[in-house]
């Protein structure tokens, strides 16, 4: 099974800050990589798909870089809207797999 | 609009089964793979399964396999998860995620979820 590591697993940032998660795979994924934010009581929303690519809809201070085992999501700007947890997850191979999580918070 | 609805969480005893069903709108249903996720309490995300657009191909990890079947009904728009011997921790939120038209995709529609608890 391919092993995704998230970090950090939580972080505090003041509004305006910019956010950066990593998320590492354990094998070569290529840039079969999704990133989803999941707000408190909330299903999961698909934020970033192949690694950059934007979602419809998703505001352009979100972005995500990365191939092969190492990838980043960044948040250009921090909001009070963004409070969430972030996941990773890979599409490379089954079984489908995701990072343990990255809990925002608002300092 | 797309929506993504569960509905078939509930108690249930150890060992016992249960069957989840998520009622699909707003897409051509017969053209996407659909997927169940799971979030257990206080936890992250895990997939559960997925089958693709034809209902032809079924696939689940190590932990539910042989004990969960998906399937789906394309003229009811309905995809399903039928729960067999039931363990406590299988209790977790039952997302149904809609997937692309391959098998291998991002998930990009999620229903509310549905609470299963297993517990005696």
């Known amino acids: 099974d391919i092993q995704m590591t998230q970090s950090p697993s939580s972080l505090s940032a003041s509004v305006g800050d910019r956010v950066t998660i990593t998320c590492q795979a354990s094998?070569?994924?290529?840039?079969?990589l999704n990133w989803y934010q999941q707000k408190v009581g909330k299903a999961p929303k698909l934020l970033i798909y192949d690694a950059s690519n934007l979602e419809t809809g998703v505001p352009s201070r979100f972005s995500g870089s990365g191939s092969g085992t190492d990838f980043t999501f960044t948040i250009s700007s921090l909001q009070p809207e963004d409070i969430a947890t972030y996941y990773c997850q890979q599409y490379d191979d089954l079984p489908l797999t995701f990072g343990q999580g990255t809990r925002l918070e608002i300092k | 609009e797309l929506q993504l609805v569960e509905s078939g969480g509930g108690l249930v005893h150890p060992g016992g089964s249960l069957r989840l069903s998520c009622a699909a709108s707003g897409f051509t249903f017969s053209r996407y793979a659909m997927s169940w996720v799971r979030q257990a309490p206080g936890k992250g995300l895990e997939w559960v399964s997925t089958i693709t657009s034809s209902g032809g191909s079924t696939h689940y990890p190590d932990s539910v396999k042989g004990r969960f079947t998906i399937s789906r009904d394309n003229s009811r728009n309905t995809v399903y998860l039928q729960m067999n011997g039931l363990r406590a921790e299988d209790t977790a939120v039952y997302y149904c995620a809609k997937g692309g038209a391959t098998l291998l995709s991002q998930f990009d529609y999620w229903g509310q979820g549905t609470l299963v608890t297993v517990s005696s």
């Open positions: 094998q070569d994924i290529s840039k079969y």
